[in-house]
């Protein structure tokens, strides 16, 4: 039993990990956003995050630069002005319809 959980990807529920994700969930997600939006994706240009925050820190890192002014709506998710902000972001609401 432990060379089985040990061996492929089922042996990285003991490891940090694929960083995109594996491909067998990279690729169900493909499948599925395909079949749900009628478009082509590419698997290539997927990756999965540890969840809400964990992406808009990713996004933050990568788009922007300390200074920036960035769009939030009004109310946002109640952590996103923090991880802005860390990155040096200048934030404006911008109120939203209920």
Known sequence: AAAD???GE???ALQYGHSRGTPAHLE?????LQ???GSPVRRGGLMTTNGVSHGLELCAACLT???DEIIVEQP???LAAG?????GLKLTGAP???
């Open 5 to 7: 959980l040990a061996s």
């Open 10 to 12: 089922a042996g990285l």
């Open 28 to 32: 169900t997600l493909q499948r599925w």
């Open 35 to 37: 079949e749900r939006y």
């Open 65 to 67: 630069t300390p200074g």
């Open 76 to 78: 946002t998710y109640f």
């Open 83 to 87: 991880i802005f902000r860390d990155h």
């Open 96 to 98: 939203v319809d209920a």
